[in-house]
């Protein structure tokens, strides 16, 4: 499911970004950088962005390289799933977005679900941990895992946020167009088997 030019282009800039974080020989840190040139030409190069813009967005983290994490919200109310309506593409995704520093992953899925469809919710288990590039997303320059946590609704209304226009719930057999860069289809489906079957065991990879 990945183009092997970006799999490469991504552990290009891990290599290069662990190097510079903990080589102290200045012609090491040159070849590191180097290393991090050479994984922004190909990204500019394959997507025809230019290489600030890669520069900003792929390569401008410093530290060990580790993968980023995405923490999508499952909540289901009359045996349907809540989804809102993305203002990037259109089209709808489970609450969500990357994790934040200083937050646990309940504490996001909560603030999301908040702030993208106006519920007020509690968390009850965890139902998944994917690695993004095991699953029928679009390429990506961003190596990420997907935590998915069950929710239940405690209080709130439908409310769109500043990311979302729109705010439904859906059955099983009548989901809307997926914004699938954030859910496929098989996960949506993986979430109705938790709903149907709450001893269900949580996936992983």
């Avoid at 995704?93 to 509690?122: C, H, M, Q, Y």
């Avoid at 990311?163 to 860069?181: A, I, R």
């Avoid at 109705?192 to 079957?197: P, Q």
């Amino acid at each position: 499911m990945e183009l092997k030019w970006l799999d490469w282009a991504r552990q290009l800039q891990a290599i290069a970004q662990t190097g510079l974080t903990y080589s102290k020989d200045v012609y090491d840190l040159e070849r590191f950088e180097e290393i991090r040139k050479i994984s922004i030409e190909m990204m500019a190069e394959q997507t025809g962005v230019d290489k600030k813009t890669i520069t900003d967005l792929f390569a401008n983290e410093t530290g060990y390289a580790t993968p980023k994490v995405d923490i999508r919200a499952v909540v289901f109310r009359d045996n349907k799933i809540l989804m809102v309506k993305e203002k990037a593409d259109g089209k709808w995704a489970l609450p969500g977005g990357w994790a934040d520093i200083g937050s646990t992953p309940s504490e996001v899925a909560v603030k999301e679900v908040k702030e993208e469809s106006g519920f007020d919710v509690k968390t009850v288990k965890l139902i998944a941990v994917l690695d993004k590039k095991c699953h029928p997303h679009p390429p990506s320059p961003f190596y990420s895992y997907k935590l998915f946590i069950q929710c239940e609704i405690v209080g709130g209304q439908p409310e769109e946020g500043i990311e979302t226009s729109g705010v439904g719930f859906f059955s099983e057999n009548e989901l809307p167009p997926l914004s699938v860069d954030r859910n496929t289809e098989s996960q949506i489906q993986m979430a109705f088997k938790h709903l149907h079957n709450p001893g269900e065991r949580v996936l992983f990879d």
